[in-house]
């Protein structure tokens, strides 16, 4: 049964791009319904947060925590987006510590990530209440309805409209379509959707539209990262060694360090509670591989205790971890974008009233916030017509 609202604009994906895109367009003024689909249980995407169920009161950013800024190339307008964000006070700058960890510390060449280069800024709150703010800035009229834990795994186009088909048989009918997450375009929806074509591909066949077919086969060479991230709730009694009282504290593994112990950075959350979260990500394709392929999970978190423990042997600030409350584990769907990215130019097709936003273009901040906020500030300029 199709929805009973006809929306102007639907949104798949309830990524930073997607909800940029929502609160910039409708602070320039756009009149129309925008509805944001998005499969997961919040808002955010790859900088979402788990509140816990099975651990109550636990708040975890268990993707990115925090995000930077670089704009080397000076874009006014994104400039201009981060100071609204920074006066409204819905981020502020991160004054947390970074430590990089090498596995010899007297060779400690320089250790560079994209990821905390330039200015660092985090949410005032948590990371999935900054994509809600972001939009809620500018939704002064109840323009935006969400739509969680929804997965659109087929589209149509017929009479100018599109036709949304979620895995539930929930549908929907929008007069433009934007897609913030590429999973409906990429080849990896073959194994998670597990189809026999790409929903793009299934719904405008090829040579109906140039653009569509050279976004498609760009995304063919796209690759991805994967990741698993373990997310460990420590008990009441577990502390640094130091009187560190700032929120965040971050810790990179150089590539050697990576390679020995799987872990590409350590992040320490303190809760309102006081206790000490701690999110390991891990990038590694061979520890990755294993954990799919084991029957025994248990396994895998005494590995991460035991590698844990030799990372912060006589480590000046951080504690041995010998007991803990729970860890869980993230599986991520959403995958930061690796190698090629897609040219600007394609972001719009008229012909079939669809649009792309995300980290996956070939923009400043590629793979990281910035390109994802970037792509959509351009995104709402390109189709500002659609009023």
């Given at each position: 049964?199709?929805?009973?609202?006809?929306?102007?604009?639907?949104?798949?994906?309830?990524?930073?791009?997607?909800?940029?895109f929502?609160?910039?367009h409708l602070k320039?003024?756009?009149k129309?319904r925008?509805?944001?689909?998005?499969?997961?249980?919040?808002?955010?995407?790859?900088?979402?947060?788990?509140?816990?169920?099975?651990?109550?009161?636990?708040?975890?950013n268990?993707g990115?925590?925090?995000?930077?800024i670089?704009?080397s190339n000076?874009?006014v307008?994104?400039?201009?987006?981060?100071?609204?964000?920074?006066?409204?006070?819905?981020i502020?700058?991160?004054p947390?510590?970074?430590?990089?960890?090498y596995?010899?510390?007297?060779?400690?060449?320089?250790?560079?990530?994209?990821?905390?280069?330039?200015q660092?800024?985090?949410?005032?709150s948590s990371?999935?209440?900054l994509?809600?703010?972001?939009?809620n800035?500018?939704?002064?009229?109840?323009?935006?309805d969400?739509?969680?834990?929804?997965?659109i795994?087929k589209?149509?186009?017929?009479?100018?409209?599109w036709?949304l088909?979620?895995k539930n048989g929930?549908?929907?009918?929008?007069?433009?379509?934007?897609?913030?997450?590429?999973?409906i375009?990429?080849k990896?929806?073959?194994?998670?959707?597990?189809?026999?074509?790409i929903?793009?591909?299934q719904a405008?066949?090829?040579?109906?539209d140039?653009?569509?077919?050279?976004?498609l086969?760009?995304?063919k060479?796209q690759?991805y990262?994967?990741?698993?991230?373990f997310?460990?709730?420590?008990?009441?009694?577990?502390?640094?060694?130091?009187?560190?009282?700032?929120?965040?504290?971050?810790?990179?593994?150089?590539?050697?360090?990576?390679?020995k112990?799987?872990f590409?950075?350590?992040?320490f959350q303190?809760?309102i509670n006081?206790?000490?979260?701690i999110v390991?990500?891990t990038?590694?394709k061979?520890?990755?591989?294993?954990?799919?392929q084991?029957?025994?999970?248990?396994?895998?978190k005494?590995?991460?205790?035991?590698?844990?423990?030799?990372?912060?042997?006589k480590?000046?600030?951080?504690?041995k971890?010998i007991d803990?409350?729970?860890i869980?584990?993230?599986?991520?769907?959403?995958?930061?974008?690796?190698?090629?990215?897609?040219?600007?130019?394609l972001?719009?097709?008229?012909?079939?009233?669809i649009?792309?936003?995300?980290d996956?273009?070939d923009?400043?901040?590629?793979?990281?916030?910035?390109?994802?906020?970037?792509?959509?500030?351009?995104?709402?300029?390109?189709i500002?017509?659609?009023?």
């Amino acid at each position: 049964m199709i929805n009973d609202t006809f929306y102007d604009i639907a949104i798949i994906g309830g990524g930073i791009s997607s909800c940029v895109f929502s609160s910039f367009h409708l602070k320039n003024g756009y009149k129309g319904r925008i509805a944001i689909i998005e499969n997961g249980r919040n808002l955010g995407g790859r900088s979402s947060t788990r509140n816990s169920i099975s651990n109550l009161g636990w708040q975890l950013n268990h993707g990115s925590p925090n995000f930077n800024i670089c704009n080397s190339n000076n874009n006014v307008m994104l400039k201009t987006f981060i100071k609204e964000l920074l006066d409204s006070k819905i981020i502020q700058s991160d004054p947390s510590d970074l430590i990089k960890l090498y596995e010899d510390p007297n060779d400690q060449n320089k250790l560079i990530c994209d990821f905390h280069s330039c200015q660092n800024y985090i949410s005032s709150s948590s990371m999935s209440d900054l994509s809600k703010n972001i939009i809620n800035h500018y939704n002064l009229k109840n323009q935006v309805d969400f739509y969680f834990q929804t997965l659109i795994v087929k589209l149509k186009y017929e009479n100018n409209c599109w036709i949304l088909t979620s895995k539930n048989g929930y549908k929907f009918k929008t007069k433009f379509l934007v897609c913030s997450s590429n999973l409906i375009l990429h080849k990896r929806s073959l194994d998670i959707m597990n189809t026999n074509q790409i929903p793009l591909r299934q719904a405008i066949p090829i040579n109906s539209d140039k653009k569509i077919d050279t976004i498609l086969h760009l995304l063919k060479n796209q690759e991805y990262v994967q990741r698993l991230t373990f997310l460990i709730y420590t008990k009441s009694n577990y502390c640094y060694k130091d009187d560190y009282k700032k929120r965040f504290r971050y810790f990179l593994l150089n590539n050697l360090l990576e390679e020995k112990f799987k872990f590409e950075r350590i992040i320490f959350q303190k809760q309102i509670n006081n206790k000490i979260g701690i999110v390991i990500h891990t990038r590694n394709k061979k520890f990755i591989t294993e954990y799919f392929q084991s029957n025994n999970k248990n396994k895998f978190k005494n590995i991460l205790l035991d590698n844990f423990n030799q990372i912060f042997d006589k480590n000046y600030y951080i504690n041995k971890l010998i007991d803990y409350q729970d860890i869980s584990i993230m599986i991520w769907r959403s995958s930061q974008p690796s190698g090629l990215g897609i040219p600007e130019n394609l972001q719009v097709c008229d012909k079939y009233k669809i649009a792309f936003c995300g980290d996956w273009f070939d923009l400043e901040g590629f793979g990281r916030i910035e390109g994802a906020i970037l792509s959509a500030l351009k995104l709402s300029y390109k189709i500002s017509s659609l009023d």
